[in-house]
């Protein structure tokens, strides 16, 4: 199983990013995906979840409203839109799957949101 995740930077408060994590290894279609992000000194939180086919997404209530999962399964690829971003949402971002009762992670995306 390999995750990469990309498009993580540096973004003003009220910017705009859209981060991609491309899947292998796997029969992508047949599991979720789900975000994470961990913040400097805090925990790792999830973020949103997308079900297998995308019909169904979750999210966390502190980026409800803002932040869009979606996936391609005939990319192999989850994607987070993020909007409204806030200086709050600065974390590293992690693509999540989980499979046969294991976590697989990729190595992470630096967002930072600052004037």
């Known amino acids: 199983v390999q995750l990469v995740e990309s498009g993580g930077g540096l973004v003003q408060p009220g910017g705009s990013l859209r981060l991609s994590c491309a899947a292998s290894?796997?029969?992508?279609?047949?599991?979720?995906m789900s975000w994470f992000r961990q913040a400097p000194g805090k925990e790792r939180e999830l973020v949103a979840t997308i079900t297998r086919a995308g019909g169904s997404t979750n999210s966390a209530d502190s980026v409800k409203g803002r932040f869009t999962v979606s996936r391609d399964n005939a990319k192999n690829t989850v994607y987070l839109q993020m909007n409204s971003l806030k200086p709050e949402d600065t974390a590293v971002y992690y693509c999540?799957?989980?499979?046969?009762?294991?976590?697989?992670w990729g190595q992470g995306t630096q967002v930072t949101v600052s004037s």
């Open positions: 999540n799957a989980y499979i046969g009762w294991k976590n697989y």
């Open positions: 290894g796997f029969t992508f279609s047949t599991y979720a």
